[in-house]
C-alpha cells in the first residue's frame, strides 16, 4: 500500500537558517506532493504544493523539490522566522485518490 | 472556494455513549472526504476516505465506522466509545488535488 516516511521527526534551526523536511513515497502512481503546516491546536493548512511533471516550485522563502525517480520531495524554507515553527506534514496522492500524510516534522525556529 | 464544516469543535463523552460527528462540504461537488484522528503531538492516521456517496473505505480495524449519506456530507459514528477513542478528529475534503481541513473536533472520553 502507499507509504510515506518523513524526516526529521523534530528540527530545531535558528532564526534566519534554512530548515529542511525530506519525504520519501512508495506508490509509483503518485502525481501529487503537497505541503501542510499545522499550528499548535489548530487544523492542518496547505502552503505549497507540486505536480510530477514539475521539478521544483517556490513561493517566496519555501520552496519544494520533486525526485520522481527517487520518489523523494522535499521542503525548503529560508530566512526562517519564529512564526515558522509549527509541525508541518508532507503528503502525496496517487492512484488510489486517497492523501496519505507523512509523520510531521515539528520545526522549533530559534531566535 | 472550498470550505470544510466540521463540528463540534470540543467533545466530552462519558466511556460507553455514542459518538456522531458531522462534516459538510460547500465550494465543490462529488468531493472526496477524509476522516483522521491525530493524537497528543503525533501524526494524522487516516481512519476512512470516501470517492462518493455510500462508498466508504476503512483504513485501521477500530470501534468508528463512517457513513457518507450525501454528496457534501460525512459522518463519523461510534455506538459505544472508549477512552482510546480520545483525540483530535479532522475532516478533510479535496477534489482530485489538495485536501482542505475542517476546524477539527478535540474529543475527550471519561
Known amino acids: 500500500g502507499e507509504n510515506v516516511e518523513q524526516h526529521p521527526s523534530t528540527l530545531s534551526v535558528q532564526e534566519g537558517d534554512s530548515a529542511v523536511i525530506k519525504c520519501t513515497y512508495s506508490d509509483s502512481a503518485s502525481n501529487y506532493f503537497p505541503w501542510y503546516k499545522q499550528e499548535l491546536g489548530k487544523r492542518p493548512q496547505l502552503i505549497i504544493d507540486i505536480r510530477s511533471n514539475v521539478g521544483e516550485k517556490k513561493d517566496q522563502r519555501i520552496a519544494v523539490t520533486l525526485n520522481k525517480t527517487a520518489k523523494h520531495f522535499s521542503l525548503h524554507i529560508t530566512e526562517t522566522q519564529p512564526e515558522d515553527s509549527a509541525v508541518y506534514f508532507c503528503a502525496e496522492k496517487g492512484g488510489y485518490q486517497k492523501v496519505t500524510f507523512g509523520t510531521g516534522t515539528k520545526l522549533q525556529v530559534i531566535p | 472556494s472550498q470550505t470544510i464544516h466540521q463540528w463540534p469543535a470540543t467533545l466530552v463523552q462519558p466511556v460507553g455513549s455514542p459518538l456522531s460527528l458531522e462534516c459538510t462540504v460547500e465550494?465543490?461537488?462529488?468531493?472526496?472526504l477524509y476522516w483522521y484522528r491525530q493524537a497528543a503531538g503525533r501524526g494524522l492516521q487516516l481512519l476512512f476516505y470516501?470517492?462518493?456517496?455510500?462508498?466508504i473505505s476503512s483504513e485501521v480495524p477500530q470501534n468508528l465506522s463512517a457513513s457518507r449519506p450525501q454528496d457534501r456530507q460525512f459522518i463519523l459514528s461510534s455506538k459505544k466509545l472508549l477512552l482510546s477513542d480520545s483525540g483530535f478528529y479532522l475532516c478533510?475534503?479535496?477534489?482530485?488535488?489538495?485536501?482542505?481541513f475542517g476546524q477539527g473536533t478535540r474529543l475527550t472520553v471519561v
Open positions: 465550494g465543490t461537488s462529488n468531493p472526496n
Open positions: 470516501s470517492v462518493g456517496i455510500g462508498q
Open positions: 478533510a475534503g479535496g477534489g482530485r488535488t489538495e485536501a482542505f
